[in-house]
């Protein structure tokens, strides 16, 4: 007679490794399509393109118009890197984290085109497991846009949005495979549930020493929203198809029904672990940022 029962798991850890198994071969797919068309993954040559000890991530939310115009200058003193749907402000960012958003090919494909004279020299970073899978989809888009010298792939370590292991168990069991380093391009980026991780794990394996988040914000008041939701972004929401509010999942990024390793708890455990190595320090830019209960305010000059 069995006096006891084992609870069920919250989360099927099976099914948790089975998406980073799946992802990582997709991924493989991914890098060697792109190597058939003379695009490479990123090795350590990529950073002598680093230019400072700082590098701004720019986000898209809401806070990124409280900027002023001398934050701006201070941004462009150093390095930065702007993702998904940046492209659409003004700034013209040091480096560009591009993943193809499902199903607007025709809209990507317009902005790209639009902004290409202002992006001609700036290095691309693709990622993404989609463009294996649907390399006919997207190969051609990559081939009549991107500039092969300026274009490189992304490895990635994918950490499912609901795994359960402590955050510090994975930064060094990350770190044990090579993976995560400081100063150090490994052959995969850990992926800490979404692109903030991964940016982190960018910015961190570049060498840099301060990684500040700009229009990172995920709080209850503006979750779901985006700098270009204001009038004056009004043409570009129509004719590049932008996601509106609340399109996407941004809401469960700090929900703990969702995941109790919420990305505010990564990005705690991820900044405890390099600053206690005296290595790198995260910052958040503004007050807004749910982050800002875990990481310090960075003071512009």
């Given amino acids: 007679m069995r006096l006891f029962r084992r609870s069920k798991p919250k989360v099927n850890t099976v099914d948790t490794f ?3 198994v799946q992802e990582l071969n997709n991924i493989k797919s991914s890098s060697d399509r792109l190597s058939d068309i003379g695009i490479q993954a990123i090795t350590h040559e990529f950073t002598k393109r680093k230019t400072s000890d700082t590098l701004f991530v720019l986000g898209s939310g809401p806070s990124i118009n409280e900027l002023t115009p001398d934050d701006w200058a201070t941004i462009g003193t150093h390095d930065s890197i702007g993702f998904n749907w940046w492209m659409v402000h003004d700034f013209v960012p040091s480096f560009y984290l591009f993943q193809f958003p499902p199903n607007r090919e ?3 494909s317009d902005l790209l085109t639009d902004r290409r004279a202002q992006y001609r020299n ?3 970073v693709l990622r993404g497991s989609l463009l294996g899978a649907h390399a006919e989809k997207y190969l051609p888009i990559i081939e009549s846009i991107f500039d092969r010298h300026c274009t490189y792939f992304m490895n990635e370590f994918p950490i499912h949005s609901k795994c359960e292991i402590e955050p510090i168990k994975l930064i060094e ?9 400081h100063d150090h391009i490994p052959p995969y980026f850990v992926k800490w549930r979404g692109s903030l991780g991964l940016l982190t794990s960018f910015g961190y394996a570049m060498g840099y020493k301060k990684i500040v988040l700009c229009g990172i914000d995920m709080n209850d008041v503006t979750a779901g929203q985006h700098f270009f939701d204001v009038e004056h972004y009004a043409d570009a929401r129509a004719k590049y198809a932008l996601p509106g509010p609340h399109e996407h ?3 469960t990024m700090m929900d703990t ?7 505010g708890t990564y990005i705690d455990a991820l900044n405890g672990h390099m600053r206690n190595r005296n290595e790198c320090e995260l910052f958040v830019a503004s007050n807004q940022s749910s982050l800002s209960s875990v990481l310090p305010l960075w003071e512009f000059a």
Avoid: C, M, Q
């Fill in 249 to 251: 999942n941004i809401h």
């Fill in 18 to 20: 089975r998406y980073t």
């Fill in 106 to 108: 025709k809209s990507i």
């Fill in 173 to 181: 069991f990350t770190a044990n495979l090579g993976f995560f380093k």
């Fill in 257 to 263: 029904a969702h995941s109790k390793n919420t990305v």
């Fill in 122 to 124: 700036i290095p691309f």
